[in-house]
């Protein structure tokens, strides 16, 4: 089972954080800190997920999440939208699926992250799939 | 057709009358005597009566008396005898318009009768005017009252207040308005009250200064002024004053005032405020909250780091973790200094020090930031800046604050082909040192640059706290320097400041070293 998951994420304390939370778990962080480097990421590494920074510069998170939805190989990969905005204003879900053009993300971590809250998200979307 | 009355007692001469008078064109009345005569007078009212003076009974004199008494307008001929010029003068002084002698001739009769009727024409056409114009007195009497309760109307029902002054400034009109809105009744100012008593004594001076003004160069009115009056109550309510020096055949009589309640006005302008002062709070407290949660993700990621680090022993993982808390400690505290400059009044503290240094300083600070942003940090220092006075920390803060503005304005620049630098660069001016910094990253529309130095306007999300500027404006504006900038998007932003510094007194100028 594939267990490499691809962190995109624009600041590298963030990349540092997620990846020694994924590797004291058993997966395989893979990085990228913009979102042309973190597509080129997903088609050579194939990731079994992705941890997607939706607040990166230059639009480079919604870009991305719009061209992996978009893209036949790539729409599978469930994908974990980490934000600093508080949930429930709605803004980025809006922001996300574009106002319902792109499907909803998998999943929602909100910053500061909480450890273990990352890898139950993590466990119970790849263990249901 | 003219009626005639002809009273006489000899016949003949009432006959030859009769004649001479239908002949005329005259309806002839005839009597023989005063009371018959009377008699016909008041039953059909000739406007010419011809009477003999002597007569047995009522003679001349009393029918003119009688028939004056009854009608002062009709015109009575007497015919005298000869001899009786007496009575002939004692009835012209009894108003009689005329007298013919005795025999009667024609010519005579037909002269006194023209003047007789020119005289009744006189009056008939004199009473008519009168008539006319007593109506139209009367109708100019209506319009003007109706104007005039039309404007009593129109000023009574203003609400706004209207006052209006004798040239003593005793208080002649004082309307509903002014009423409700100075807590006085009109009984209670009018004639009794000055227009000075509605406004606080500074203001009133003012005021009735303004009003009366400039005669000779027509200023004398005062047009929305905003000011206050003192209500019966001692209440000062804001008002907005229109008003002018009323005059009449080039004299100043009076003053007329109006004025507007303005307290509903002030209110909601003191609830407009507040509001955008809560609702900028409310934007600050989420900008900062969300700035705050981004610090506490790298200072729990940091101490995850470090807790994996020491249970598993691994020592790279130790130092990453700590170097993370470290760096985010140094956020936190770079956002409670601003914070704290921005809340405090602070008095510069002028010290010697070399400007240079305080952007060496800015420049090894932010080095490590720059490069992980793939921006290119660059020194172009002036070496002929001496040592002078300044609040070291001005610049240092302020410089802090643009540097990591640039660096930002990298990082948000789409253009991903772009090779970024940030120049920190300084100058000797005559009597300032000055600071730049220069960025080629994203540049601001003309929207961002209006906003710039708004309270808590941030472009970056949760990266930035709205603070920077406007913390470095407010440093710089304790330290009398200046602040500008100039910036096109796409292109970049260059931002200059000016702090002025006195070369310290030991130190010879230029200082070449």
């Known amino acids: 089972m594939n267990k490499k998951i691809l962190i995109v994420d624009d600041e590298p304390e963030q990349i540092d954080f997620a990846s020694t939370i994924l590797e004291e778990n058993g997966y395989i962080p893979i990085s990228a800190t913009n979102g042309m480097d973190g597509m080129k990421m997903v088609r050579s590494e194939k990731p079994a997920l992705i941890l997607l920074d939706i607040m990166m510069p230059r639009q480079g998170g919604v870009g991305m999440y719009r061209e992996l939805k978009q893209d036949e190989a790539t729409k599978d990969i469930p994908v974990v939208i980490v934000t600093g905005v508080t949930r429930g204003g709605g803004f980025d879900e809006h922001m996300v699926t574009q106002g319902d053009e792109l499907p909803a993300p998998d999943g929602y971590i909100e910053k500061p992250m909480n450890p273990d809250a990352v890898v139950k998200l993590i466990h119970d979307l790849l263990s249901g799939s | ?513």
């Open chain 2, 1 to 513: 057709m003219s009626k005639i009355l002809v009273i006489d007692d000899e016949e003949s001469i009432r006959t030859l009358l009769k004649v001479s008078l239908s002949h005329k064109g005259y309806e002839v009345i005839l009597a023989e005597d005063g009371e018959s005569g009377i008699k016909a007078f008041r039953a059909s009212r000739p406007p010419i009566v011809i009477t003999d003076i002597k007569m047995p009974g009522m003679d001349g004199i009393e029918v003119l008396k009688h028939i004056k008494q009854v009608d002062p307008d009709t015109r009575i001929i007497v015919i005298t005898g000869h001899g009786e010029m007496e009575a002939a003068i004692e009835a012209l002084q009894l108003e009689a318009s005329d007298f013919i002698n005795k025999p009667v001739t024609d010519e005579a009769l037909s002269v006194a009768l023209k003047r007789a009727e020119e005289v009744l024409w006189m009056k008939q056409k004199l009473r008519k005017y009168t008539t006319s114009l007593e109506a139209m007195v009367e109708e100019a009497t209506q319009e003007l009252r109706a104007a005039h309760d039309f404007q009593k109307n129109l000023i009574e029902s203003s609400i706004d207040g209207i006052i209006a002054a004798d040239e003593r400034k005793r208080v002649v009109v004082f309307n509903d308005g002014a009423a409700r809105l100075l807590g006085y009744r009109a009984d209670e100012a009018i004639g009794k009250m000055t227009i000075e008593q509605f406004f606080p004594s500074k203001v009133a001076r003012k005021i009735i200064a303004l009003m009366e003004g400039d005669a000779q160069t027509g200023t004398e009115r005062l047009v929305n002024y905003e000011g206050v009056v003192r209500s019966r109550d001692a209440e000062e309510i804001p008002v907005r004053i229109s008003g002018a020096t009323l005059f009449e055949n080039g004299y100043a009589n009076g003053m007329v005032c109006f004025l507007q309640d303005l307290r509903e006005i002030k209110r909601l302008q003191r609830e407009l405020i507040e509001s955008e002062r809560v609702s900028a709070m409310g934007q600050a407290v989420a900008g900062m909250a969300h700035y705050i949660k981004n610090i506490l993700n790298g200072l729990q990621g940091g101490v995850y780091m470090v807790n994996t680090a020491m249970k598993k022993n691994k020592p790279d993982l130790m130092t990453k973790g700590w170097a993370m808390v470290e760096n985010n400690i140094g956020k936190i505290s770079d956002l409670v200094m601003n914070m704290l400059i921005y809340s405090k009044e602070r008095e510069p503290d002028y010290v010697p020090c070399q400007p240079n240094d305080i952007a060496e300083e800015v420049y090894d600070l932010m080095r490590e930031k720059a490069i992980q942003s793939r921006v290119r940090l660059v020194k172009d220092f002036d070496p002929s800046i001496s040592e002078c006075f300044l609040d070291p920390t001005g610049p240092h803060r302020c410089l802090l604050n643009l540097v990591a503005n640039a660096i930002d304005a990298c990082i948000f620049d789409p253009q991903e082909d772009k090779q970024w630098v940030v120049t920190i660069r300084t100058r000797r001016e005559p009597d300032f040192v000055r600071f730049d910094v220069i960025d080629n990253g994203i540049g601001m529309t003309e929207e961002v640059r209006k906003k710039v130095f708004e309270r808590f306007f941030s472009t970056k999300g949760g990266r930035g706290t709205g603070l920077g500027l406007l913390v470095t404006r407010k440093i710089i504006d304790e330290q009398g320097g200046r602040i500008s900038f100039e910036s096109q998007p796409g292109q970049g932003t260059t931002f200059t400041m000016r702090f002025p510094a006195r070369p310290t007194a030991s130190v010879t100028t230029g200082g070449l070293a």
